[in-house]
Each structure stands twice: as structure tokens, then as C-alpha cells.
């Protein structure tokens, strides 16, 4: 069983990965941060509240974390893909409130659990906030996954930088200027984790529970959203539970080792650098990032994933 900490900002597919991540029999969850991104903090953490108390599972602390990125700058959120609140037509019940725990909480947590995963599925800010507060954090945390960057391929915020890594690109350079073992799952493979409304009609006719009974409304959302962007896409990428399958699964994609830079300003802001060059020098850092991966290997594992029962 993998004990993880998971960064969010949910947002659906976000959503989706707060699910996968309950659901699944081999994840401990340990805590959720919850920040700015897609949405508001506020709103990330009420739609997390929601999950977790769909779930049954409201003892998962929900830790405050970052509501904007470190350059100060107010942030951009997008609701055209997410839905108003972040959840598509989905909205928690009026008046419903998540809780936060403080973020020195995550300190505690780590120092009493061995061998964690940090999962970091939106904007790095309160990631980079975790290194730059704690001591040896990078050494106490057996590994990071992140979702985040495009290399060699277009991005999907400007030409070249993906959301994430746009969003708060000096905490995303900090990251993988520090942290030791750390796996990107950029666009380059999560632009292929495609969903469809076929997956989903499979997993609600093997599971019934008031967690999985909503994913329909936030699909066909999130689906009309991709189908504007590209047209005849007929299902949608959950670019943050690839992340976390990945990371149960890691046989299931292939990785090249790199040095990574995240370019900070101007045109290039949160464009995502590493040399693929044959005669590139060799890298220092532990930093992989996944370039391929079994599409159908994925496909069953979500399906598997979220068809199983809750509470088990
Ligand atoms: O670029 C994809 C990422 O940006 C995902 O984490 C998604 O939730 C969006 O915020
Ligand atoms: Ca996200």
C-alpha cells in the first residue's frame, strides 16, 4: 500500500484523481492540500470537502495550501474547462464549507509515516512552499510525481507551457531545480489519457455509490469542454489520474532521465526545457519524466479503479 499526500486543485480531472485515489485498495491517503488553480482555494477546498464526505471519508485532513503563486500575481482560473465551481454542473450542497488543517500539519505527518509519495496534480506553489519551510523535506519524501510541462510538444495555456507549470513557473523551476526522484507526467502522455463516455457507462454499470454517481454530470461537462477545444476529440484527458496510475503502476510508461529547466518569463513563461539531443551531456538529478505509456493498461486500470467499492 502507497502512502501518499496529494496536491490539488480541483478542477475535474483533479476530481477524478481525489476519487481514483480513494477507490483504490493499493493508495493511503494520507492528506489533501488543496490550492489555488483551476479554481479558488476556497472552492478547491469545499469541492475536495464534498468528495471526501460523498466518500465517507472526511477524516482525511484537508491542509491549506497556496491562493496564489509566489510571484504575487493574482491568478487565472478557468472555468470554461472546470465549470464555475470546479466540478461541472456539480455543485456542493448551499452552505456546505470545507475545513482546513494547518499547512505545519504536513510536517508532522511526515515525520510520523515512513516512506511517502508526494503527488502533485496542480500549480507548485505550496510544493515549493513545503521544501522552502521544512528541513531536508526532498530527503524525507521517497519520491515526487508531478503533472505538469510539455516537452517538444505544444502546450495548452500559450505555445509551449502547459498549466501547471504556466500557473507558478518559479515554484515549478524550484522543484525541479531541488527535489530528488522526481517523475514528471507532462502533456506528452497525459494529452493521451483520453477518457471516454464509453469508460465511464462501464464503470456505472459495475459500481453504485453516491462518490461514483456523479461522475456522469462531470464528464459530459468536462467532454463538451475538450470537444470545443478539439473538435471530435469524443472523450476527454484525465491528465491527473494518469499521474497517480503511473505512479502505482510505474511499469506502465517508459521514462528518460533529464535535467529539466522551467523558463520563468516573457514568451517562454513555464515553458518546460530539457536536452533530447543525442549528444546531450548526462543528467545529474534524479528527474524522470514519462514520454510513453500503455494506453490500454491505463484504460482497465481506471476502469478497475473506480468500479471498486467503497469503504473497503
Ligand atoms: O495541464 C493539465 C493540468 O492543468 C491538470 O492538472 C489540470 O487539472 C489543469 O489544471
Ligand atoms: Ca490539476
Do not use: C
Request: cysteine-free.
Amino acid at each position: 500500500m502507497k502512502k501518499i499526500i496529494l496536491f490539488a486543485d480541483p478542477g475535474i480531472d483533479d476530481s477524478f484523481a481525489i476519487m481514483y485515489a480513494l477507490l483504490n485498495p493499493e493508495i493511503d491517503l494520507l492528506a489533501i492540500v488543496s490550492s489555488y488553480g483551476n479554481v479558488t482555494k476556497q472552492q478547491a477546498t469545499d469541492n475536495i470537502a464534498y468528495l471526501l464526505e460523498l466518500a465517507g471519508r472526511s477524516d482525511i485532513p484537508i491542509i491549506g495550501g497556496a491562493n496564489s503563486p509566489l510571484s504575487g500575481e493574482i491568478p487565472t482560473y478557468y472555468p470554461e474547462i472546470h465549470g464555475p465551481e470546479g466540478l461541472g454542473p456539480i455543485k456542493p450542497p448551499e452552505g456546505f464549507s470545507g475545513e482546513l488543517t494547518n499547512f505545519s500539519e504536513l510536517y508532522n505527518i511526515i515525520k510520523e509515516n515512513d516512506d511517502i509519495t508526494i503527488v502533485d496534480v496542480g500549480r507548485n506553489t505550496s510544493l515549493a512552499n513545503l521544501y522552502l519551510l521544512g528541513e531536508n523535506i526532498a530527503e524525507e519524501i521517497s519520491a515526487f510525481y508531478i503533472m505538469g510541462g510539455a516537452f517538444l510538444v505544444p502546450g495548452n495555456v500559450t505555445a509551449s507551457a502547459e498549466a501547471n507549470f504556466y500557473g507558478d513557473p518559479v515554484a515549478s523551476n524550484l522543484l525541479v531545480s531541488k527535489l530528488d526522484n522526481l517523475y514528471i507526467v507532462p502533456l506528452n502522455v497525459s494529452n493521451k489519457a483520453i477518457i471516454t463516455m464509453e469508460h465511464i457507462n462501464t464503470i456505472l454499470q459495475m459500481s453504485n455509490n453516491p462518490l461514483i454517481n456523479i461522475i456522469d454530470d462531470i464528464m459530459q461537462f468536462y467532454m463538451a469542454a475538450y470537444e470545443k477545444l478539439i473538435p471530435g476529440l469524443n472523450g476527454a484527458p484525465l491528465h491527473d489520474v494518469l499521474t497517480l496510475s503511473l505512479m502505482i503502476n510505474p511499469a506502465m510508461g517508459r521514462v528518460v532521465r533529464k535535467d529539466v529547466d522551467v523558463l520563468l518569463t516573457d514568451e517562454g513563461r513555464g515553458t518546460s526545457i530539457a536536452d533530447f539531443r543525442e549528444r546531450a551531456e548526462p543528467a545529474d538529478k534524479n528527474i524522470f519524466i514519462y514520454l510513453t505509456f500503455d494506453y490500454y493498461w491505463f484504460v482497465n486500470d481506471f476502469i478497475r479503479v473506480m468500479s471498486s467499492p467503497l469503504n473497503q
